[in-house]
């Protein structure tokens, strides 16, 4: 088993983290397979959301497998550990449907950052939020100070990184971290999720885009899918690919 499932639940999919033994926390098998799943939701177009969950434990996910990670070399470290998992949350974060993190206990180190890659969160009452690396000498290297600090602020993730406080479900919720605090976090993701198939697919996912280009999330990318889609539901391009395809010059038309 990977430790982390792909469920599908009619248009919305359930990424859901597996490894309580500990604390779900994130190892290589569980990289690859977010990274999978990932692109097996863009390929299906029937789904309207993501739901990311957890099963039961002390943390949401408690961030990366230390054991996964403490052996290898400065240069295997950076090069691997750190740059794979920035591509594979990255790739959450830029999924074309929206996604919503159910955080029923602590998120910790990569856990948080997984919750920021999505595009909202619950929480429960007693969770909290915190960036514990460097009690083990290391720094946050999934986006925990880039990401993290366009949500949340410089001054926040410092007093997490730097001096390692603690983020309570309350406080998260006032500064906009996350956009509700339930009792059962994964209900109230779902309801979230649920409500997306009564509006406009392709008016979220354009939103979406919008929303990144806005705040550098990939910027570049965001901008060029904007046009793409403009310019691909034009007259013009269907003249432009039957004029191709028929060998002759292209009359456009202009709409």
């Known amino acids: 088993m990977s430790g982390l499932d792909l469920i599908r639940h009619g248009a919305v999919a359930e990424l859901r983290l597996d490894n309580p033994g500990k604390l779900n926390a994130f190892t290589p098998d569980m990289l690859a397979a977010l990274e999978a799943h990932c692109a097996a939701i863009e390929r299906d177009g029937a789904l309207r959301a993501v739901v990311v969950t957890a099963a039961p434990a002390r943390a949401f996910c408690a961030g990366a497998d230390i054991a996964a990670w403490s052996g290898l070399a400065p240069a295997e470290f950076a090069r691997h550990w750190v740059r794979d998992g920035h591509r594979v949350f990255d790739r959450l974060a830029r999924l074309s449907v929206p996604s919503v993190a159910a955080i029923g206990a602590h ?34 290297g999934w986006s925990g100070t880039q990401r993290l600090v366009r949500l949340i602020g410089e001054p926040v993730v410092k007093e997490m990184a730097l001096f390692g406080r603690r983020i309570d479900a309350g406080r998260a919720h006032a500064m906009g971290f996350a956009c509700e605090v339930a009792e059962e976090p994964d209900a109230a993701a779902f309801a979230m999720a649920e409500r997306l198939a009564a509006v406009s697919p392709r008016a979220v996912e354009v939103a979406k885009y919008m929303i990144h280009a806005a705040v550098g999330e990939d910027r570049a990318a965001m901008i060029e899918a904007l046009g793409g889609g403009m310019a691909g539901a034009t007259a013009d391009r269907d003249e432009g690919v039957a004029a191709f395809a028929e060998k002759r010059k292209p009359n456009f038309p202009g709409s």
């Open 107 to 140: 998120a910790f180190g990569g856990g948080l950052e997984l919750a920021a890659a999505c595009d909202a969160r619950v929480m429960a009452p007693g969770a909290t939020l915190a960036l514990p690396e460097a009690g083990v000498g290391i720094v946050p």
